[in-house]
């Protein structure tokens, strides 16, 4: 398989390589584990009206790089049989102190220093090793974070789950819940995708900065930030950092396979996908995208209004797409679960030019942004205190 692959690959090399070809394509075959198969059967969901599909892995994959958005539920199809809980937020926020606090917390320099590392993996494809040694090294961060920045009476109350799945990379969890909390107390989960794509051949290098590296180093200090703050939630709080999003939300899914499974409940979720792209010429705002749940976006556009020093904008996923899980959220809404997103900005304004290609850098151009991540930090930090507070 490998060497048919690699067959494949060779009249593309000339264009992106030139002389190098050789060389390159002996470190990326390094990068393929012997087991790999693009012949391998997926189950594809493209929407709820539209019947399954089997396709192979390379027929996927050629449905990603056409833009297509998608369920792979081969290893869970059974998600959304039970009914769940559905929840009301607060008409305005009451945890003030607690976020004000947190937000003085926030560090940008972190964001860069972060997001330099994570996005200098050739690719963090979830099934290769340099995938696999990315979520590694975002675990042995969050490790770090807690060590370093959790107090003595914080400390007992982390528990971090590296995440073992049927592909190479892992998906990490972070829980932060009250002495003698269940796990089925109602959980609030403030989420990222860990992995990244190039929709060419997913071996090409895909350094992933935008899509979805700014989501998980927003994450990351918002951790960072509520851990130093001291703040102990009252209900349990979660960051969930998903595995193989790209390769049609697998990680997430098996997250929500196993919370259905132990009929675990979920207060909110929201999912920080692509975030730090200002399009030249357009007005900067947090968006929010709609088509998820309502009572949760109303309550986003709320912290907005009180803890975002920018607007907010409103956008949906065009109508072709429309229909298709969009990112991680997708996941929690097909089981019933209560789950809303937010993006860098409306659709039309996205850096669609530079996700999944090899120039998802953040220097490709002075449209990329941190300080319109900060903004997500403080938006990351409002949610996951504000609905944990309760
Ligand atoms: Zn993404």
């Not at 369920?71 to 102190?97: H, M, V």
């Not at 909390?181 to 350094?207: K, Q, R």
């Not at 180093?217 to 703040?231: D, F, K, N, Q």
């Amino acid at each position: 398989m490998l060497v048919f692959y690699l067959g494949a690959l060779l009249p593309l090399l000339p264009y992106a390589f030139g002389q190098h070809a050789q060389e390159t394509l002996e470190a990326w075959s390094l990068n393929i584990p012997s087991d790999f198969d693009f012949n391998a059967k997926r189950l594809i969901e493209f929407s709820p009206e539209d019947p399954t599909v089997w396709m192979t892995e390379a027929e996927k994959l050629e449905a990603k790089r056409q833009g297509k958005f998608f369920f792979d539920i081969t290893d869970n199809p059974f998600i959304g049989l039970s009914k769940k809980e559905q929840f009301t937020y607060p008409k305005r926020p009451n945890a003030t102190d607690a976020v004000h606090n947190t937000l003085n917390l926030i560090q940008t320099d972190n964001l860069e220093t972060t997001l330099a590392h994570f996005s200098s993996y050739t690719t963090r494809y979830y099934n290769s090793f340099t995938g696999k040694a990315s979520s590694e090294w975002l675990a042995d961060k969050v490790d770090e974070y807690v060590d370093v920045y959790a107090s003595k009476s914080v400390k007992p109350l982390v528990e971090v789950t590296h995440l073992q799945h049927p592909w190479l990379q892992t998906s990490v969890i972070v829980r932060i819940a009250p002495a003698g909390a269940d796990l089925t107390d109602p959980t609030t989960i403030v989420a990222a995708h860990c992995d990244s794509i190039n929709g060419e051949n997913p071996f090409y290098p895909a350094p992933g900065a935008d899509d979805d590296g700014s989501g998980t180093v927003t994450l990351l200090e918002a951790l960072r930030s509520i851990l130093e703050s001291g703040y102990i939630p009252v209900t349990p709080l979660e960051f969930h950092f998903y595995a193989g999003e790209e390769g049609g939300l697998l990680g997430s899914q098996a997250v929500v396979a196993l919370y259905e499974l132990a009929q675990r409940q979920v207060k909110g979720m929201i999912q920080f996908d692509t975030l730090a792209w200002v399009a030249a010429g357009t007005k900067e705002a947090l968006n929010v995208m709609l088509g998820t749940d309502p009572a949760l976006i109303e309550f986003q556009k709320k912290l907005i209004d009180e803890y975002v020093e920018i607007p907010y904008s409103e956008s949906e996923y065009p109508t072709w797409l429309h229909r298709g899980p969009s990112s991680d959220h997708a996941s929690w809404a097909k089981a019933g679960y209560q789950a809303c997103h937010s993006t860098e900005a409306r659709w039309e304004d996205m850096n669609k030019n530079n996700v999944h290609t090899t120039h998802d850098t953040s220097d490709v151009s002075d449209e990329f942004s941190f300080e319109h991540l900060y903004h997500y930090v403080r938006l990351a930090i409002a949610f996951g205190i504000e609905l944990s507070s309760y």
